[in-house]
């Protein structure tokens, strides 16, 4: 039975990654944590392994309709390295309940960011990154 929700969850969170750009993450952690009851530190390391081959098929099919910009994607992933290496190791000594309300706090910020979004009139064009 693991087995099966563990397929459901791989399913259901490429989906979502690749129809919201948010990444799988953002339903693999909780899956993993509430469903399979793993724990957080162990969910959200799971989730980066499983989100790679996720992102790169992403990436590929995204590049092919011209949605990527490449310079962008290699500055911000060269650039998040360091970000990582200190979130690991943060997320190494804090507590496993810190990390269960961080990643709460993080999903509901995403929740209402995409609420807001969606609610935004039709004519009200999105901010302009500037140059």
């Known amino acids: 039975m693991a087995e099966l929700l563990?397929?459901?969850?791989a399913a259901i969170?490429?989906?979502v990654g690749g129809l919201l750009g948010v990444g799988g993450g953002i339903v693999f952690v909780p899956a993993l944590a509430l469903i399979l009851d793993e724990p957080q530190l162990q969910a959200s390391a799971t989730s980066l392994l499983a989100?790679?081959?996720v992102a790169i098929v992403g990436t590929?099919?995204?590049?092919?309709?011209?949605?990527v910009e490449i310079r962008d994607g290699i500055a911000v992933g060269l650039l998040?390295?360091?970000g990582v290496t200190a979130g690991v190791a943060l997320?190494?000594?804090l507590p496993q309940r810190a990390l269960e309300l961080g990643f709460a706090g993080l999903s509901l910020f995403v929740a209402f960011q995409l609420t807001r979004r969606a609610l935004r009139p039709a004519d009200e064009p999105a901010a302009e990154p500037e140059s």
Do not use: E, F, K, M
């Not at 590929?60 to 949605?67: E, I, L, M, S, T």
């Open 6 to 9: 563990t397929a459901l969850c």
């Open 13 to 15: 969170g490429g989906a």
């Open 51 to 53: 989100i790679v081959p």
């Open 60 to 67: 590929w099919r995204q590049h092919r309709n011209g949605n």
């Open 80 to 82: 998040s390295i360091p």
């Open 91 to 93: 997320a190494n000594v």
